[in-house]
């Protein structure tokens, strides 16, 4: 019994360990010392003009159902009333 919980003692270090290499901030920082900083300066561009655009589509999304729940107010009004 103790074997087997320092064993899953081990196997869980183990994966923290391996979950922090390759994490986005470990890939961020390895990029970053391999790739000319001119090369790295233009993919973090990219990748917060995606960021953006991805919170721009999900608020554009808000935007769409609460019209789209707006327009089927009076119709579940209407249906109240039978």
């Known amino acids: 019994m103790f074997a087997a919980k320092e064993e899953l003692s081990k196997i869980q270090q183990e ?24 090369v790295y300066k233009e ?14 589509r999900s608020e554009l999304r ?3 159902e609460l019209k789209r ?4 107010r009076p119709l579940l009004e209407e249906l109240e009333k039978g």
Do not use: G, W, Y
């Open 62 to 64: 808000e935007v769409m």
């Open 15 to 38: 994966s923290e360990v391996l979950t922090s290499e390759v994490s986005d901030e470990a890939i961020d920082r390895k990029a970053r010392k391999l790739m000319p900083a001119a």
């Open 69 to 72: 729940m707006s327009s089927l």
């Open 43 to 56: 993919i973090a561009e990219l990748q917060e003009d995606v960021k953006t655009e991805k919170h721009r």
